[in-house]
């Protein structure tokens, strides 16, 4: 049986039983800046490891301030090789990100990353 465990820019690794308690954590995500949620799967979904999320509001205005909302998704993948890949796309709305991570867990459904950026490089060296 598949399980998921979360980790948080405050909290350590954790299992959790409900989507109520990972859409609190996400939450998170539209009222505090510079939050991520991990969720990490038992196995992999389809090749994905674990998705990630991060926030990344800006301020803009100067008499009256207002936030963009911008979220970064990340995918690890393994690939068949046995490496991992790790692949990233910009959305701007928190539907989407609850969307993804919401079907990871109750469907086992994966994002489409052909058109996500590889940043595994980046991330790995």
């Known amino acids: ?42 196995q992999p979904v389809n090749k994905v490891n674990y998705i990630q999320a991060m926030n990344h509001c800006h301020e803009k205005g100067f008499f009256k301030k207002s936030f963009v909302e911008l979220y970064n998704i990340e995918v690890n993948t393994t690939e068949s090789d046995g490496g991992n890949k790790q692949y990233s796309y910009t ?17 086992g459904k994966t994002p489409d990353v052909s058109g996500w950026d590889d940043i595994t490089e980046t991330i790995f060296g």
């Open 1 to 42: 049986m598949q399980q998921y465990t979360i980790i948080t820019d405050i909290q350590e690794e954790r299992s959790f039983s409900t989507m109520d308690e990972i859409s609190l954590e996400l939450q998170r995500l539209q009222r505090e800046e510079g939050t991520f949620v991990i969720l990490n799967a038992s």
């Open 91 to 107: 959305v701007g709305s928190f539907e989407d990100v609850r969307s993804i991570f919401s079907e990871f867990i109750s469907l």
